[in-house]
Each structure stands twice: as structure tokens, then as C-alpha cells.
């Protein structure tokens, strides 16, 4: 089932909407005044409803129908909870006139609807809230950036921007570089805590920055529980780029950054396609679970022997060890790591810094290794002459 907010053409369900109330301009004055809901379920609209408010941290269901052949089988009350997930944080209590049809007044007293007056029925919408939906929500958006390349704050503020728009108001939150704990819970709720390990990974930054996006339309009130869970879902099977792109990219940033590093042209040439068979390494290294440790020691040692193989080759002119070697370890360097470590550990996140820091540190000694074994190797074992 989907459920979608209509802002244009709502006077195209005027006739529909006329099964619930006849006096079709009481009908267009309210779809003015209000909001319009479409249930659909395998592109058949099922049932409709139409919202409005006033200035006291209320709304009132004005209209609700669902098409005589679907009634009876769950559509309606499926509505009504999303209409009170939509608007909790919003509004507090939901209300109906009674003046309604009987079987529409019996219809809201099963989803929960009680007498405020001799007018309304009404509803506290926070009563619809499932905390623990909300929590591993949260926890799943909090995962995905985390696992990408997400800072410390990022994750926390997404987290939290989730559960308060849901009404989970009382929430705590402790962020590592590779767990995530939370314990949060609402004024009648109980709190409910809920722990996950989230392994250091490879980042996928445009993963970061779609679902830093849908927290903020999750905070503006357009995307109820459901949707978002779907939309996560969505975004976490984001395809990266193609491996010739990735490869192209991995020679390109090799080559520039060796030739703005001070390296010459030809150098930054040489750089380009140690780059990219270093970064195919790298690649089909991770297709196959090798060590981390085994894929920069091995990166290194392929950087280093296919700079000390240019250098023999006459056509290339006079090339310099450091000149190809400052360009061709750039697709193995953890840049985005060591930046999010910098950061953390400037908004006092030392432990989770900390941790990135020395994660980031360990490559460069693990790609230095490499290059220095190969560099030995060459020396001392070929005495220097291939």
C-alpha cells in the first residue's frame, strides 16, 4: 500500500469524495482548506481522506472514504495510522465531528477515537506511534552512513532529526567508528534500547547524501514511516559506478595529484596506469574478502615495482622513484577517513577519532611496507639492475 499527498487537481475527487459527504461546496471549501490523502495499493486507489487544522495543535479528519468494494478490509484504519504518524509532531490530538453516518462513528471508536464533547471524537495521534519502529529507523540511517563515510555529528543529528519528528522525545545516543547505541522512549512508552556493530567499510559518499536528504524531508513532515523505510531500503542498494569509471577515476586522480605534487608529466603519465592496476587490485582484493592489511602491503609492492620497471624503459626519459610513487599510491590512500578523523576529534569525539585515525595511519604503514619491500628486494636481491 502507498499513500500520497495530493497538492494539485484535488477537485478530481470531488465525486469520490461525495460518497462520505454530499454537500459537494462544503466538499470544495474543505479540499481549499485542507490536505488530501490517496491510498493506492497496486496502482487502484482505495481510499481517500481530507485533513484541516486549526491553531490549536489540532487537526480534524473531515472526510474519509474508501471505495464501497475495498471497505472492510483494512484500508481505512491503514489511514487513519498514517494520518496520526504524519501529523504527531504536529499536532496532538486528531478529531471527528459526529455527524457522521453510524457505521462511520463505529468505525472510529476501532481505531481508537473516544468522545472529547457532544461534537467531537477525538484521538491523541502520538498513540500511533511505534517506538521501536522509529528507533530501528533511525538505526538504519545511522547505519548507512555510517558505514559510508558519514562524520560522527552526521549520524547523530540524522538519528535524532528522525526520532523527534516521529514524537520519540526522550532520546540518548553514543556513536563509535563502528557501533551505534541508542536508548530513547516516549512519555508513555517504556525506553528501549537497541545496539548495532556497523564493520569499518568502503565509502559510497552519494549513499550519504541521499539519505542525509530524506532525513530532512523525514523532519519537514513529507514522508511518513513507511515511505522512509522504503526509500532506505532503496538507497542502500545504490549500484556504485561502473568498475571501468572507477578504475578511469582511480589513474586520473594517481596522475594528476603525482604531477600536482611535483612530479613531471611523464612521471604523472606512468602514475596514471600504476594507478589504475593498483586500483584494480584493490577491487578484485575486496571481491574476494582479502585481508586489509594483505591489500595495501600488496598495493605498495605493485607501485613500487611497476615505477622501478618504467624507470628502465629508455623511451620514457629520466624518471624519478618519488615522482611516480607520490602519484600511485593515491587511490590506496584513506583520505576521507583521515579528514573524518580530523573532524571528530575537533568536536571532541576522541574515541571515535581516534579510532579513524589510527585505522588511516595503519594503511600508510601497510603501503609503505610494501613499497619499502619491493624497493629492498630490488636493491639488495637483483643488486639493483632488473
Not at 477537485?11 to 481549499?32: A, Q, T
Not at 474519509?64 to 496532538?92: A, L
Not at 559506478?241 to 577515476?249: D, F, H, V
Not at 629508455?314 to 615522482?323: F, I, S, V, Y
Amino acid at each position: 500500500m502507498n499513500i500520497r499527498q495530493v497538492t494539485d487537481g484535488k477537485e478530481d475527487y470531488i465525486e469520490l469524495l461525495r460518497m462520505g459527504d454530499p454537500d459537494e461546496s462544503r466538499i470544495r471549501k474543505v479540499l481549499e482548506e485542507g490536505e488530501l490523502f490517496l491510498l493506492e495499493e497496486h496502482g487502484k486507489l482505495r481510499t481517500l481522506c481530507v485533513v484541516i487544522f486549526s491553531e490549536e495543535k489540532k487537526c480534524e479528519i473531515k472526510n474519509i472514504v474508501t471505495i464501497e468494494k475495498d471497505r472492510g478490509k483494512g484500508y481505512g484504519r491503514y489511514m487513519i495510522h498514517y494520518i496520526c504518524e504524519h501529523y504527531c509532531s504536529q499536532y496532538d490530538w486528531g478529531y471527528m465531528k459526529k455527524d457522521r453516518c453510524r457505521d462511520i462513528m463505529e468505525f472510529c471508536e476501532k481505531c481508537g477515537f473516544t468522545d472529547e464533547d457532544e461534537v467531537y471524537l477525538k484521538k491523541e495521534l502520538m498513540s500511533e506511534i511505534d517506538t521501536k519502529r522509529v528507533i530501528n529507523l533511525a538505526m538504519e540511517a545511522g547505519r548507512m552512513l555510517l558505514k559510508n563515510g558519514g562524520e560522527i555529528f552526521r549520524v547523530e543529528e540524522t538519528m535524532m532529526r528522525i526520532c523527534r519528528r516521529f514524537g520519540v522525545k526522550y532520546v540518548e545516543l553514543f556513536t563509535l567508528s563502528h557501533g551505534l547505541f541508542i536508548c530513547a522512549g516516549t512519555d508513555k512508552e517504556k525506553l528501549y534500547t537497541k545496539v548495532k556493530q556497523v564493520p569499518l567499510s568502503s565509502t559510497h559518499l552519494g549513499i550519504v547524501a541521499e539519505v542525509n536528504d530524506l532525513s530532512r524531508e523525514i523532519a519537514a513532515g513529507h514522508v511518513g514511516i513507511e515511505e522512509a523505510i522504503k526509500k532506505l531500503k532503496k538507497i542502500d542498494k545504490m549500484p556504485v559506478k561502473r568498475i571501468p569509471y572507477q578504475i578511469a577515476a582511480a589513474g586520473l586522480s594517481a596522475g594528476g595529484l603525482g604531477y600536482l605534487l611535483g612530479g613531471t608529466s611523464m612521471e604523472a603519465f606512468v602514475a596514471f596506469f600504476v594507478g589504475c592496476v593498483v586500483f584494480s587490485w584493490s577491487l578484485f582484493a575486496g571481491k574476494h574478502g582479502v585481508s586489509k592489511i594483505l591489500v595495501h602491503i600488496v598495493g605498495g609492492i605493485i607501485i613500487a615495482s611497476m615505477a622501478l620497471a618504467a624507470m628502465q624503459i629508455p623511451l620514457l626519459g629520466e624518471l624519478r622513484m618519488e615522482g611516480i610513487v607520490t602519484g600511485g599510491i593515491m587511490p590506496l590512500v584513506p583520505g576521507l577517513a583521515f579528514v573524518n578523523a580530523i573532524r571528530d576529534l575537533a568536536d571532541s569525539d576522541y574515541l571515535a577519532g581516534t579510532v579513524k585515525m589510527i585505522d588511516a595511519i595503519m594503511v600508510f604503514v601497510y603501503i609503505a611496507i610494501g613499497v619499502g619491500t619491493a624497493l629492498s628486494v630490488y636493491h639488495h636481491v637483483l643488486g639493483g639492475i632488473l
